[in-house]
C-alpha cells in the first residue's frame, strides 16, 4: 500500500490517493467523518476551526460501501475556499496581498523560501501547514476499517501539555477510559483533574500570547505478533511508525513502550519476561516494549508517544527577518491555535494506522481483505 | 540512493551494496575502518568485540580510491565463522547443537519464531543482532566521504548511561570536544566527571549481572539548508532521521533539537528567531530545533538524540517458555555486553550520515560529485 | 518524482498526485487540455468521446500559473458521471442493474473477477477501463511542460493500422510533418496515401463487426545525453520507458529504435558510428538505437514504437462464460470504438514524457526548474 | 521483494542481495549453479565463457539449503580477476594501462563518459557489461526455487538468429521439447533443421567479422491467474515484464503473446474466448494474449519475447572519435562473442522469474513459504 497527498491549507481541496488497499472492506464514511471532527476539536483551538467541519468525499475506489481494490480518493474541500479563490487560483491570481516575506521562526517558512527560490512564504506555509494533517487523519481512518475487520483498534489520549503530567496511573487495558476521555474530555485526557491543570496551563499561554505543547499517546490494541520485519532496517515496525509519526508538523520526538524512560532503568526493570497459557498463547504480565521486539510486533498493545512543540504561531510575535530587505521584522500574528496536541494526538492515530494496515497487508497479502481475514484465521489459529 | 544489506551474526560475511551513490567521491578506507572500530570499542563491552575487529572490503563500485556511479559492495567478514561453519552453513549443517528453543525477552527471538515459523531462535537472532549494525556503520561512514566534500561533518557522543547524565553544558561548534571524547574517553563522553559516574553505572551493572542502557547524541554541523522538503510526509528530513534511527537495535526513543523538552516549554521559549548578518546570512541565536524546521534543514546544526534499552542479554537470566514443550525456561545466557549506547552512538551517527547523504542527493542531482559539488557552490554562493 | 492516479472509467472523477514535480514550472492549462483533446479524436471512436470532452482541473500545487513544488493534483471529471451514479455511487448504489457477469475476453475482467472475488466484473472494468489514460495524458502533459523549458519536445504519429503499414521513409528531424499530422490528419499518419488505406481497414472493420489494432510511434528531440543509467538494471532508461508504455491498456510490444529489426541485421548494420564536430560536438549518421545506449540517452532522438491489439470489446460478441452459472455466454457489446490507436499515440506520448521528466530530475535535482536550468545550461555548456 | 545488484566484469565479484524473500523455502545451489553454466554456453560465444565457469557462493540468508526470510546474498567470483587486480583495484591501481578513451559504438561508453564525467570509459564498461547478468540469472535461479513450489515453470529458447527464423510450429504444452533444446541444442532451438541455419549465419557472421541477433523466447508454465494488477500502472504484469527484459542488455524489444503481431490481425483473430470446464475451470482454446489480460495473469502460459540486437563489440571495428582529442579512431577490437542470444534468453528467463516471484509474494503474503503453499492451495481449490 502506499499514498500520496496533497492540498493547500487556503486551496481547493485536500486530497489523498490510497493505492493497494484491499478489495471488501466495508467503509462508513461517517467514521471517518467522525475522526475528521475530532481532530478539529480541543481546548486551545482557534476559529479556523469553526469554518472547516471537515468532511470527506470519496471520488474513487470505494462502490456501494464496499471497497473494489481500485485506488481511493480521499478528498476534503477547503470551505474558506472561495475567499482565497483570488489569491490562490491555479492559473491566474493576486500573488501580491497576501504575499509573507517575514518568515515565521518554527515554520517551514524560512528554509522553504531557500530551498525552492520564493521570496514569498505563502508559497510554503500554504503546504507545509498542518492543515494538511486532515486528509492523513482522512487516510488513517480508512485503514481503521481495515483493521477493524482483523480486531484491531487504535485509541489516542494526551499525556502532557506544558509542564502538566498526566499522573494517574492506567491500564491500556481500560479501553473504555480512552473512548470516554475521546468523548467527553476537550483534552483527550482521561483524568479530570490533569486535565483541569492542562486547561489552565492552556489559559495561561492565551494570557501572555504564548502557546504551548505537549505528549499524545496512541495505543493499538488486538495486533496480532508478526507485523513488521527484524530482517531489513527499513521494514523495522518501530523504525516506520517513528517516521509516520515524526512526519506530522510539530512533533520533535517520538517514543515507543518505556521509550527515554527504559534507558533510564536496569535491564531486569525493563524487558518483559515471557508466560505462556494454554487459553491465550504466550503472554507478558509487563508490556515495557511497548509492542514491539526487535522490529516486530509481540503480540501485546503497541504503544507510542510523540512530543509536539508549542504552535509556532503566536500572538506575541517572535523576531524575524523581511527576506527581501534583510532588515529586522516581526514574524506575522495569524489566527492560529494556543495548543493542538489533542487535535495532534489524532493524527499521531491516523499515523499508526496507516502503518499497522500497511503491515498487515504485507504479511497476509492484499488484494481481497476476505482472503485475508481467512488467512488471518488459519494463521492465528482464531476461527 | 538507496541500499540493502545482509548477513548473519556468524555468518560468513555483512554485506551492503549501495546503489545510486555519486562517482568522484575520494574514498579512504581506513576512514572507514577508524570508524568501525570506534563502534567496537567502549566501556562494557563483551569480549566479542576482541574477537572481531572489523575490517571493511570492497567488491565493486570503486576504483582507484574513486567511486564510479556504480553500485558499491561492501563486505565485512566475521573472523568467528571459522568456528560457527559448521552450525551455519548454507547447504548443509547441524542446526540442532546450536538450536534456541527459549526466546530472550526483549529480543526478535520470539515474534520472529511465530512470524517466520521456526522453531529455532537461532533463525532469528542470527540476522536481528545487532551485530548487523557493523555494515550500517560502514555505509554511514562511506557517506561521511561523501558529505566531506560539502563541508558536512558528524559528531557522536554520550549524554546519558542508566541513571547519569550529562550535566555540563557545551556549545554544539565546540567540536575538538566531540572529537577528543571520541578518541579518549571510553564511553565517548565529553566530561570526565560524568564518565567516572558512568563507568560506575555500568559496574554495578556488572556486579548484579544486569545491564544498563543510555542516550547518544548525533550533531551534524555546516548542513546547508533545503534539505529535505515539506511537501510530503515522507520526505521531511525528520521523519526520514527518526525512521533511520529507530531502526537501530535497543533504540526505543528518538528525538530532534529539544525534543520532548520542546513539550513542555512555551512557545515564545522554544521557537529560534531569525536573524540575518551580511557575511553568514541568516542565522539563529538558539537552536531549539535542532536544525530541522517544517521538514527541511534550516542551516542550523542537525541535533538528533536516541533512547537506548539496556541490552536485553542479561546474565541474570530472565523468565521465558520453551517454544517446544510451552514449559517454563530460563532465557539463554550468552556471551555479551553490559552496555552498548557508546556503540549505538557510532551507529546512530551512521544512520543520520545515510540520510544526510540522500537528500544532499536528491537535491543536487547525483550522477557526479563534482557537478554537485559546482551546483552546491553556485546554489549556496560559496565560490 | 511519482504520480498515482485514480478513478473510474463512470466515476466521478479521475485524479491524479504528481509528487516531486519542481517548483518554477510555468503551467498553461490549455496546453494539458489541447492534449487531452487530442487523445479524444481519431478515425474509429465509438460516441462516448463526444460525451466526454475532457479538461482538467488543478487542485493543488500549481499558483498562479506557476508550480510551487508542492504535489500536483489533477482532475478530469467525468461528464457522464450524473447517469451513473445511482450505478457507482460510493456510499449506496444499484449494483444489480449493471452488473456485468460475462467477463469480456482480451480484458481484466476474467482475471480481476478471480483475484478480487468479483463475481461482478463491473467492479473491475470500470477501473481497467483504457478510459484511465485520459488522467495520465494529463500527466504526461504537465511533464512536457517542464521538459519544454529544456528544449525537449515530443512527438507522436502512427505507422500501422492494423494490416497497413506507413511505407513513406520520413526524417525525424522533419517536426513539422509529425505537427501537421497530429493537427489535420484523423489517425495522425504523416502520408496522406497511407492515411487513406489505413481508414479502409477501419471501414472493414465497422462493417464486419470487428476492431483493428496499430503500431504508434513517439520521438522525443533535443533529449540531451545522460538520463538514465547502466548502474543498476532498473534505472535504465529504455528499461524505464518499456514498462511505462507496456502499462497503456492494449499494449502488446514496445521497440526502442530498430527494435525487433534490429535483431535481423548484421552489426555493423546496426550501430550507430560516432563522429564528432566542434559546433554540435559528438553525433551519429545514423541512430538505429534510438536514442538509447546502454541504459542512458546518447543525445540523439529517443525513438519508441509500440504494437496496440485491436480493442477487444467487439459489435460481433466473443464467445464467453457466465461467472455465475458456468454456462456459455456471449460477451456484452458495449458501445466502443473500433480503432483507438491514435489515442494510443498521445498516451505512449505521455508516458515517455513522464519517464523523461523523471530521468531528468534525477540527473539535475529537482527543487526548482530555476536551479535545473542553470545547472543545465553549465553542463550541457549551452550558456 | 527487492534485489540490488553489484559488481565490474573484471572485478573481484558480482553480487547481488534479495531482500523480502520468504523463508522455508529449498534451495539447491546446484539448481542455480546448472542455469549459470546455460548462460554461458551457445555456440558463438568467445573463449572468456571458458575462463569464468561461474559458480554462486552463498553469503548469507540460507542456513542448511533452507531460507531464513533473511536478505539472501549471492555472490559469482571472478576468475578472472587476479589478472586484473592491478588494474581494478578499489584502493590503488594503475588506471592508464586499460584506459579506454574510444568509446564503442552501441555500448553505453560515449553516454556513461558523459554523463559521469570520465575521460575513461573503462570506468563505464565494466560496469554496463553484459557479465553483470549472470548475477541476475542467479537470482532469477533463486526466484525459480520458489515457483517451483506452486507448481510454475520457466522454459527459454531461440526463436531467431539474424535472418533465420524458426518456422516449425509447436505447442507450449510441449515442455520436452524446450527441455531437450536446452540440454542438447547449442543456441536452445528446439527444431534441428533451423538450428543448422541458425548456425550458418553465425558463421558468415564470424567470416565477416561482424556479429549477429536474435530473438529469445520465455514461456511460463502453471502460472496462477491473478498475479499483477489493472489497478495501478505500475504493478500491470505486462508492465513489470517488460521492464525487467527490457532492461537485459542488447534487448531492443519485448514483445508478449502475439505482440507485434497483434496490431496486424482483426479483433476477433486475436482475443482468446473464454470457455469453462469443471475439472480444469475457464480456459482458453487460444493464447494470444500470452496470459496477461489487463495487466494480470489469466490462467494461461506466460509468453514473452524480446529482441536481441547484434553485440556490438565487432572484430570489423566501428568508426568513433577519440574522447581526449576529439579526432577520428577505430572503436576498440575487443575478445568478444558473435552471438549471444543464447545466453541473452537464458538472462531473459531470470528477469521475468523474478517478477513472477515478486507478484507471487504479493498476492499471497510474502512471509512463509509454508503458510504462502496454504493459502494459495486455499485460493486456487488445488488441496
Same mark, same amino acid.
Given at each position: 500500500?502506499?499514498?500520496?497527498?496533497?492540498?493547500?491549507?487556503?486551496?481547493?481541496?485536500?486530497?489523498?490517493?490510497? @493505492?493497494?488497499?484491499?478489495?471488501?472492506?466495508?467503509? #462508513?464514511?461517517?467514521?471517518?467523518?467522525?475522526?475528521?471532527?475530532?481532530?478539529?476539536?480541543?481546548?486551545?483551538?482557534?476559529?479556523?476551526?469553526? +469554518?472547516?467541519?471537515?468532511?470527506?468525499?470519496?471520488?474513487?475506489?470505494?462502490?456501494?460501501?464496499?471497497?473494489?481494490?481500485?485506488?481511493?480518493?480521499?478528498?476534503?474541500?477547503?470551505?474558506?475556499?472561495?475567499?482565497?479563490?483570488?489569491?490562490?487560483?491555479?492559473?491566474?491570481?493576486?500573488?501580491?496581498?497576501?504575499?509573507?516575506?517575514?518568515?515565521?521562526?518554527?515554520?517551514? #517558512?524560512?528554509?522553504?523560501?531557500?530551498?525552492?527560490?520564493?521570496?514569498?512564504?505563502?508559497?510554503?506555509?500554504?503546504?507545509?501547514?498542518?492543515?494538511?494533517?486532515?486528509?492523513?487523519?482522512?487516510?488513517?481512518?480508512?485503514?481503521?476499517? *481495515?483493521?477493524?475487520?482483523?480486531?484491531?483498534?487504535?485509541?489516542?489520549?494526551?499525556?502532557? +501539555?506544558?509542564?502538566?503530567?498526566?499522573?494517574?496511573?492506567?491500564?491500556?487495558?481500560?479501553?473504555? *477510559?480512552? @473512548?470516554?476521555?475521546?468523548?467527553?474530555?476537550?483534552?483527550?485526557?482521561?483524568?479530570?483533574?490533569?486535565?483541569?491543570?492542562?486547561?489552565?496551563?492552556?489559559?495561561?499561554?492565551?494570557?501572555?500570547?504564548?502557546?504551548?505543547?505537549?505528549?499524545?499517546?496512541?495505543?493499538?490494541?488486538?495486533?496480532? !505478533?508478526?507485523?513488521?520485519?527484524?530482517?531489513?532496517?527499513?521494514?523495522?515496525?518501530?523504525?516506520?511508525?517513528?517516521?509516520?509519526?515524526?512526519?506530522?508538523?510539530?512533533?520533535?520526538?517520538?517514543?515507543?513502550?518505556?521509550?527515554?524512560?527504559?534507558?533510564?532503568?536496569?535491564?531486569?526493570?525493563?524487558?518483559?519476561?515471557?508466560? !505462556?497459557?494454554?487459553?491465550?498463547?504466550?503472554?507478558?504480565?509487563?508490556?515495557?516494549?511497548?509492542?514491539?521486539?526487535?522490529?516486530?510486533?509481540?503480540?501485546?498493545?503497541?504503544?507510542?508517544?510523540?512530543?509536539?512543540?508549542?504552535?509556532?504561531?503566536?500572538?506575541?510575535?517572535?523576531?524575524?527577518?523581511?527576506?527581501?530587505?534583510?532588515?529586522?521584522?516581526?514574524?506575522?500574528?495569524?489566527?492560529?491555535?494556543?495548543?493542538?496536541?489533542?487535535?495532534?494526538?489524532?493524527?499521531?492515530?491516523?499515523?499508526?494506522?496507516?502503518?499497522?494496515?500497511?503491515?498487515?497487508?504485507?504479511?497476509?497479502?492484499?488484494?481481497?481483505?476476505?482472503?485475508?481475514?481467512?488467512?488471518?484465521?488459519?494463521?492465528?489459529?482464531?476461527?
Amino acid at each position: 500500500m502506499r499514498f500520496l497527498d496533497a492540498g493547500e491549507t487556503h486551496g481547493k481541496a485536500l486530497i489523498a490517493i490510497v @493505492e493497494g488497499f484491499p478489495a471488501h472492506v466495508k467503509i #462508513d464514511i461517517e467514521n471517518i467523518n467522525r475522526i475528521l471532527q475530532l481532530r478539529q476539536r480541543g481546548y486551545g483551538r482557534g476559529k479556523r476551526m469553526e +469554518i472547516e467541519k471537515d468532511r470527506v468525499t470519496i471520488l474513487s475506489g470505494i462502490r456501494n460501501s464496499f471497497t473494489t481494490g481500485a485506488p481511493i480518493t480521499l478528498m476534503i474541500e477547503n470551505r474558506d475556499y472561495e475567499n482565497w479563490k483570488s489569491f490562490m487560483d491555479a492559473m491566474q491570481c493576486d500573488v501580491d496581498t497576501k504575499k509573507v516575506t517575514v518568515p515565521r521562526p518554527g515554520h517551514a #517558512d524560512l528554509a522553504g523560501c531557500l530551498k525552492y527560490e520564493f521570496d514569498d512564504a505563502r508559497n510554503v506555509l500554504e503546504r507545509a501547514s498542518a492543515r494538511e494533517t486532515a486528509i492523513r487523519v482522512a487516510v488513517g481512518a480508512l485503514c481503521e476499517e *481495515l483493521l477493524k475487520m482483523f480486531g484491531i483498534k487504535l485509541y489516542n489520549h494526551v499525556v502532557e +501539555i506544558g509542564r502538566v503530567r498526566l499522573t494517574k496511573s492506567y491500564s491500556f487495558d481500560d479501553t473504555e *477510559l480512552f @473512548e470516554h476521555a475521546l468523548s467527553s474530555s476537550e483534552l483527550f485526557c482521561i483524568d479530570k483533574e490533569a486535565e483541569i491543570q492542562m486547561k489552565q496551563e492552556i489559559d495561561i499561554a492565551r494570557q501572555i500570547g504564548d502557546s504551548v505543547g505537549g505528549v499524545a499517546e496512541v495505543i493499538c490494541k488486538n495486533v496480532p !505478533y508478526g507485523l513488521g520485519s527484524h530482517v531489513h532496517w527499513d521494514r523495522r515496525l518501530d523504525a516506520q511508525i517513528a517516521q509516520a509519526v515524526m512526519s506530522i508538523q510539530s512533533v520533535k520526538g517520538v517514543e515507543i513502550g518505556l521509550g527515554f524512560e527504559a534507558a533510564r532503568r536496569f535491564g531486569s526493570e525493563v524487558h518483559d519476561e515471557i508466560y !505462556y497459557d494454554d487459553k491465550i498463547g504466550f503472554y507478558r504480565k509487563t508490556n515495557n516494549a511497548g509492542g514491539i521486539e526487535g522490529g516486530i510486533s509481540n503480540g501485546m498493545d503497541i504503544v507510542v508517544r510523540a512530543a509536539f512543540k508549542p504552535i509556532p504561531t503566536l500572538y506575541k510575535p517572535l523576531k524575524s527577518v523581511d527576506i527581501r530587505t534583510f532588515q529586522p521584522a516581526e514574524a506575522a500574528v495569524e489566527r492560529s491555535d494556543i495548543c493542538a496536541v489533542p487535535a495532534g494526538s489524532i493524527v499521531m492515530r491516523a499515523a499508526v494506522a496507516y502503518v499497522l494496515a500497511n503491515v498487515l497487508i504485507e504479511r497476509l497479502g492484499g488484494d481481497s481483505a476476505k482472503t485475508m481475514l481467512e488467512t488471518f484465521k488459519r494463521i492465528y489459529n482464531k476461527e
